[in-house]
Every structure is written in C-alpha cells, then in structure tokens.
C-alpha cells in the first residue's frame, strides 16, 4: 500500500473518483482521580490498579495532546476513536475528555464508540453516560452507522459492565447491522468494535478475562456478512495488524494502539495512531505513527513493522 498523500479535505481524484482519509485514535485513557463518593464497585479495583500498582503513569497527557495535534495537523476528512477515552468513566474524565478532544470534534467529522474503561458502571446501555457529552459523535444507540463521503463506519456493542473486563455483544445487534450494511454496498465499511476479535498472531484474541466472551458468534458474522471491508478496534494497547477471513477474501484487522501511552521507551510503550486512505472501493494508504516525546512521526520500516 502507498503511504498516505497530502493533507486535505476530501479530495478530487482526476483518474479515479472520491478520496478520503480517515485518522484512528484508540484508548487514550483520559484520567482524573476519583471523588470519594466515586469510589464504588470496580472503581476500588481501578484506583488501585493506577495509583498503587503504577498503570497511571503508562499513560500521559502530554502524548495526548500531541497526538492531537497530530491528527489536526493531517487535516483528514474523517476521525475515528475505538474506545476507552477514560480510565474509569469519572464525570471528570469524560469532561476533560471532552476538552481534549475539542480541536478535534470542532473541525472533522468523528465516530465514537466506548471502550470497557467507559462503562465501569451500571448503565442501562452500556455507554449512556458517555453519550451525555459524545452523543453526537456515536449515535443514539448501537448498531449505529456513520456515512462519510465513500467511506462508512458501522459501529457494533462489544463492552458491558463486568467485574472483570469481559465484553459482551448483543447478538441481536449483529443481524441489525447486517441489514443496515445492506444499504452501503457501494461504500468502503469499516467495522468498529472496541475489543479485538483475533489476537497479533490470527490466533482468538485472550484471555477469557479480558478479551469479547461471545467473540465466537461475532467472528462467524464476519465470516458471512458481505459488505465489510475492514475492521478497526482498541483495547490491546500493543497495536498489530492481522487479517480475518470474510465472505469475499481477508478483511484487515486494525490496532494502532494506545493513543494515550506515555512515551516509555525503557518499557518499549509509546503513542500511536494511525491513517488510512480510501479510494474507489479499496483501502490504497495506512501509515502508523508513533510518538518520540516530541512529536509524532511514521513508524520506521512501514506501518506495524516494529511488532509493537
Ligand atoms: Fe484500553
């Protein structure tokens, strides 16, 4: 695949039609330190996992505001964000997120789906609360599908409120966004879930703790259903590319990783994102970025070529 082209807007193609340029942001773990009253059910376990066992300074908010710049800067004609904006959905955190996200969400087109650190708590959809500020960005509910030029995002449930961090899709959503995909045949569609169906290696995506519990029944959704031409996700902060069998071929599987890693390179952890290019019906650019504590800049040897 070439490398992405200049920025812009979505650009006329002499020879060949519409391009667009999508931008993939994943898991920035916006934090803030909880209230007192806040300190509930899996919040206990949250806290200590970052303020006792260290998991707060993996992220950092310096790499996420250069990110964001980064994106800004590209100028493309869609974003999208695979999940888990907060550490643990703290009104705090989503308002800082919102903050955050601003340059952002004021300029380009964007899709938002949660992430399990978003539906820490009891919802009666999961992502409600996340909704209160992004709504307009992700939908009323899920299935939810976003239109952008020729490129179409689907978006489909993979996160619940779990003691552990187990994810769950509806399978009633799947048979929803089957037919709802029946209607952009013509577009290029990317799936965006939050958890990843395979893991770096094509191999199901663990452990069972922490990975999609019925990734079996979305797998063989993906195996059937036509019209999806790539899949997007977050959730494992080590991003990879991997690919999974469709009804027309391989559909691409897409992890930048971390958006909202600390830059760590003692502990081979850094900030990524990623962009890809649209044209005519196929995906022709994806780069990979990376942050060097400064600013981002490709991933040397080409996109995911690192292995992290
Ligand atoms: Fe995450």
């Not at 899996?42 to 066992?53: E, I, W």
Request: glycine content about 10%; aromatic content about 8%; proline content about 7%.
């Amino acid at each position: 695949m070439s490398t992405i082209l200049a920025p812009g807007r979505v650009k006329q193609n002499v020879s060949s039609g519409v391009l667009v340029k999508i931008a993939h942001i994943t898991d920035l773990h916006v934090q803030a330190a909880p209230r007192l009253g806040e300190m509930t059910g899996k919040r206990l376990l949250g806290t200590a996992n970052l303020y006792v066992l260290g998991r707060r300074t993996k992220f950092s908010l310096s790499a996420q505001e250069a990110a964001i710049a980064s994106v800004v800067a590209a100028e493309p004609d869609v974003v999208v964000f695979t999940g888990d904006l907060t550490a643990q959905a703290l009104d705090a955190e989503f308002s800082l997120a919102r903050t955050l996200l601003e340059p952002i969400l004021s300029r380009f087109p964007t899709v938002m789906i949660p992430g399990n650190h978003d539906t820490y708590v009891r919802e009666k959809t999961p992502g409600d609360r996340m909704r209160e500020l992004f709504g307009k960005w992700m939908g009323p509910e899920m299935p939810a599908l976003h239109v952008h030029g020729d490129a179409a995002f689907i978006c489909i449930e993979t996160c619940r409120c779990h003691p552990l961090s187990s994810g769950w899709t509806p399978e009633e959503q799947l048979a929803e966004a089957a037919t709802k995909l029946q209607n952009i045949q013509d577009k290029f569609t990317f799936l965006c879930l939050h958890y990843p169906l395979l893991g770096r290696h094509g191999e199901p995506y663990g452990p069972s703790t922490r990975a999609l519990a019925n990734a079996d029944a979305v797998r063989e959704w993906v195996n059937t259903t036509p019209g999806i031409n790539a899949i997007v996700h977050g959730h494992e902060h080590h991003g990879f590319k991997t690919n999974i069998s469709g009804p027309n071929g391989p559909v691409t599987i897409l992890n930048p990783g971390a958006t909202g890693y600390a830059h760590l390179p003692e502990q081979n952890r850094t900030s990524h994102l990623c962009f890809y290019t649209v044209e005519d019906g196929k995906m022709t650019g994806l780069e990979r970025l990376l942050f060097d504590g400064t600013s981002f800049s490709p991933e040397p040897g080409g996109a995911f070529s690192t292995g992290r």
